[in-house]
């Protein structure tokens, strides 16, 4: 008999949040344990032995409508940035994110100011390339971001 062989997915599609939900040891409660993109009261579909319905399941929360715009939400939002408005184009994978201060301590000036926002999408599992993220307007508390990211669908949020 030969072992079936281990459904691997490339490293992108593999995120922080998939990590804690597969980590851990206990039980699933499937009363109150809910899956973060879907809401479903289950974080496995229902035949998790069969790795198509699994990997499926899987592409289904790392690319829903919004899973990205609410995760770069929820990354900016734990550090104190309220995110305005966040755009992903149609064509490119160029995200644009308009956001307001509110706790986080930015620097005044741009180049330091880009590596602290960096910083944070880094700190939530989230790399973006040095030179493919830039703040282009900057007004007091608010400002507009443009960044790319290959990740999403397009939209606004």
């Known amino acids: 008999m030969s ?34 993109a879907c ?32 995760r770069i939400r929820r990354i900016l939002g734990d550090a104190g940035i309220a995110t305005r408005r966040l755009e992903r184009e149609e064509a490119h994978p160029i995200w644009q994110a308009w956001l307001t201060r509110i706790s986080f301590d930015l620097d005044a000036d741009n180049k330091r100011a880009i590596r602290q926002l960096r910083k944070v999408l880094a700190d939530g599992g ?18 507009r971001c443009v960044f790319i990211l290959a990740l999403g669908s397009a939209g606004v949020a």
């Not at 281990?6 to 109150?32: C, G, I, V, Y």
């Not at 496995?44 to 899973?67: K, M, S, W």
């Not at 703040?135 to 508390?141: A, E, F, N, P, Y």
């Open 3 to 36: 072992a079936k062989p281990e459904m691997t997915l490339p490293r992108r599609w593999w995120s922080s949040d998939l990590d804690a939900l597969f980590a851990s040891n206990q039980p699933l409660n499937h009363k109150t344990n809910l899956c973060p």
């Open 126 to 143: 989230l790399e973006v390339v040095r030179d493919e993220f830039n703040i282009i307007d900057r007004r007091g508390d608010k400002l």
């Open 39 to 70: 809401q479903s009261t289950s974080v496995f579909p229902e035949d998790i032995d069969d790795h198509v319905v699994l990997r499926e399941h899987i592409f289904q929360v790392l690319e829903g409508d919004d899973y990205w715009h609410d």
